[in-house]
């Protein structure tokens, strides 16, 4: 098992930023990639942004040039810096640390509010 533990989330005004945090623990030697993902009430989860061991990333299009995702692997944390953030980025923000040959292991969220 993974435990995912998060942090940073909050309300801020549109045009403002904030910083996400992950830290993952347990099981974590065939954890590969680590990312975020977020959902607003009657919809789908959908992807943020993902970040592999070997640095590579993968983002939304709604985020591009706006959201930033780093990790540390050696610390099993990743970070997701967010800047530019408008009301639709409003949302639970979700962590996910994805491994081989299991199943992915999900945070418990953290609610991000940018008030218009």
């Known amino acids: 098992q993974v435990q995912l533990a998060e942090s940073g989330g909050g309300t801020v005004q549109a045009g403002g930023s904030l910083r996400l945090s992950c830290a993952a623990s347990g099981s974590i030697s065939r954890i590969f990639a680590m990312g975020w993902f977020r959902q607003v009430p009657g919809k789908q989860r959908e992807l943020v942004a993902l970040?592999?061991?070997?640095?590579?990333?993968i983002y939304a299009d709604t985020v591009k040039g706006r959201f930033t995702i780093s990790s540390d692997y050696a610390k099993s944390t990743v970070y997701l810096q967010m800047n530019s953030l408008k009301p639709d980025d409003s949302a639970v923000y979700y962590c996910?640390?994805?491994?081989?040959?299991?199943?992915?292991?999900w945070g418990q969220g953290t609610q991000v509010t940018v008030d218009s």
């Open positions: 970040i592999n061991k070997g640095g590579k990333q």
């Open positions: 996910v640390a994805q491994r081989l040959l299991r199943e992915d292991s």
